[in-house]
């Protein structure tokens, strides 16, 4: 029985430090997107860039508004 507790605790330990992990170096956003965008916007420079990934994405990640949160008035669904 003790064996299996720490098996399970120890396989959980792992599986959040593999999370946290992957998160700290995921890097799926601004400067993922900035190739594309320069490509896309060639008049624009990377602060006017980043200024409206920001605006459509928020800030830092945060994703609290902005065009890509599907805040769609209910009329129009």
């Given at each position: 029985?003790?064996?299996?507790?720490?098996?399970?605790?120890?396989?959980?330990?792992?599986?959040?430090?593999?999370?946290?992990a992957y998160?700290?170096?995921?890097?799926?956003?601004?400067?993922?997107?900035?190739?594309?965008?320069?490509?896309?916007?060639?008049?624009?420079?990377?602060?006017e860039l980043?200024?409206?990934?920001n605006d459509?994405?928020?800030?830092?990640?945060?994703?609290?508004?902005?065009?890509?949160?599907?805040?769609?008035?209910?009329?129009?669904?």
């Amino acid at each position: 029985m003790k064996k299996s507790v720490l098996a399970i605790t120890v396989l959980a330990t792992v599986f959040v430090m593999g999370t946290a992990a992957y998160a700290a170096v995921d890097d799926s956003g601004f400067g993922q997107m900035l190739p594309w965008m320069k490509q896309m916007h060639p008049s624009m420079n990377e602060n006017e860039l980043e200024q409206m990934y920001n605006d459509c994405h928020g800030r830092n990640g945060e994703r609290t508004r902005g065009m890509m949160q599907n805040d769609i008035p209910a009329e129009w669904r």
